[in-house]
């Protein structure tokens, strides 16, 4: 059962401008969420959390933002810069240790 | 700076062959989680270790699927019998806290393709 959906598999945008990354989870005893970034032959990077206690989380040009009731979480990038082409994976977890993956979106910023 | 590594980056085994994948974490953290990812698809949690205990492989697929860390560093993840599916990038992550919070540092991954 897919407890984290990401139900975009691609996102494009333009340099400068605002990309917005989307998930959605099922399992309301998740109380942490993660963003992380991979590039190709990498493994995934941390990016930003948030946890449940809280529905912003802001670091630089990433913000996330958590939707409680409505089992949502975004993470918004601004400017976007052609750097930041990559898929992002979104991420949950709960009180025991094991973390449960989106399948990602694969975000492109073209110049 | 060292992060984590794993080996062989790149893995060809003949179905039936067993495996062993390595995993460096980072020195001093005490948790370590192996993650196998499908081709389009998120890592899936396979097992966690803190220290050398084993605290939860519920995410093991299968029996022909073992992992250790005797001593609370390096771990290996053994594959039994390799089946076509098991093809998938395996990812090993590590943590400075024992709930792996507030990040998990993965390494590069392991690609195993089984012919």
Known sequence: DQQVKQNSPSLSVQEGRISILNCDYTNSMFDYFLWYKKYPAEGPTFLISISSIKDKNEDGRFTVFLNKSAKHLSLHIVPSQPGDSAVYFCAASGNNNDMRFGAGTRLTVKP | ?115
């Open chain 2, 1 to 115: 700076g060292a992060g984590v590594s794993q080996s062989p980056r790149y893995k060809v085994a003949k179905r039936g062959q067993d495996v062993a994948l390595r995993c460096d974490p980072i020195s001093g953290h005490v948790s370590l989680f192996w993650y196998q990812q499908a081709l389009g698809q998120g890592p899936e949690f396979l097992t966690y270790f803190q220290n050398e205990a084993q605290l939860d492989k519920s995410g093991l697929p299968s029996d022909r699927f073992f992992a250790e860390r005797p001593e609370g560093s390096v771990s290996t993840l053994k594959i039994q019998r390799t089946q076509q599916e098991d093809s998938a990038v395996y990812l090993c992550a590590s943590s400075s806290d024992p709930s792996g919070r507030p990040e998990q540092f993965f390494g590069p991954g392991t690609r195993l393709t089984v012919l």
